[in-house]
């Protein structure tokens, strides 16, 4: 009796584990907009190129992992856009960690299965000859009037 109630509760244990594989997955989707649209774009992780969209709004499927992700695009007439895509964690990892515990996020973190990215991803483009806007500087407060 205490074998088939030790093999139930391991079988539940396993069952839970590794929530984030069943539900999240491990790859995703990213899905890349661009102002104006009909850009290529390169997605790229620790310099490697991953996936490619090659016009504009379009998707491309990705594993997903810790690690960020550069997406490149390009197109006649504009300047190189760039877009940090961060790797971020999957909603179902902290239902994981407190049904699987351990286990469970243990299996989800080395299958990538744990994180996620942004999408939509959005892009714009600045025409060549045009100046990239500098961010909005403070407001610099008015200098205090001398002592005397």
């Known amino acids: 009796m205490h074998i088939r109630l030790a093999l139930a509760a391991t079988l539940a244990i396993f069952s839970l584990s590794a929530c984030s594989s069943i539900i999240e997955g491990t790859s995703q989707e990213i899905a890349v907009n661009t102002t104006p649209a009909g850009a290529s774009c390169a997605l790229e992780r620790e310099g490697a190129v991953i996936a490619r969209v090659s016009q504009t709004p379009a998707s491309a499927t990705v594993k997903k992992t810790k690690h960020d992700i550069t997406i490149r695009c390009t ?4 300047q190189e856009a760039t877009f940090l895509d961060k790797s971020g964690t999957a909603g179902a990892t902290v239902g994981n960690i407190l049904a699987g515990g351990g286990i ?3 299996i989800d973190s080395a299958s990538g299965a744990d994180n996620k990215y942004d999408s939509p991803v959005n892009v714009t483009l600045v025409p060549v000859g045009t100046a990239v806007p500098a961010p909005a500087a403070a407001p610099v407060a008015p ?6």
Do not use: C, E, H, S
């Open 75 to 78: 197109k006649d007439g504009f």
């Open 143 to 148: 200098a205090a009037p001398a002592a005397k």
């Open 104 to 106: 469970g996020w243990a």
